[in-house]
């Protein structure tokens, strides 16, 4: 079993940047990735950003693609979001997910509000 614990969220005025983190704990394998989902109020919850671990190789949605960057760090099994030039429309409670071992795996979000 895995377990995901997200931090970073809060309010930021647009334009400003805001750094997402999620450490992950328990059983993961060689082939897994990682990323970050989000639910806007009254949205469904969409793909912004994910990272696959062996290759580093990244895809993000077209909304957020040239503002933010995923990253990871090896040794301690965390995924960053990095955010900049935030706007109003990325206001949403951010989850980090995982695949591993055939199964997905969800951290408990994190909420991001952007101000106008």
């Known amino acids: 079993q895995v377990q995901l614990v997200e931090s970073g969220g809060g309010l930021v005025q647009a334009g400003g940047s805001l750094r997402l983190s999620c450490a992950a704990s328990?059983?993961?394998?060689?082939?897994?990735?990682m990323g970050w989902y989000r639910q806007g109020p009254g949205k469904e919850r969409e793909f912004v950003a994910r990272?696959?671990?062996?290759?580093?190789?990244?895809y993000y949605t077209d909304s957020v693609r040239g503002r933010f960057s995923i990253s990871r760090d090896n040794a301690k099994n965390t995924v960053y979001l990095q955010m900049n030039s935030l706007k109003p429309e990325d206001t949403a409670i951010y989850y980090c997910?995982?695949?591993?071992?055939?199964?997905?795996?969800w951290g408990q979000g994190t909420q991001v509000t952007v101000s106008s």
């Open positions: 328990g059983r993961t394998f060689s082939d897994f990735d």
């Open positions: 990272i696959f671990w062996s290759t580093s190789i990244t």
């Open positions: 997910h995982t695949r591993t071992g055939g199964y997905d795996y």
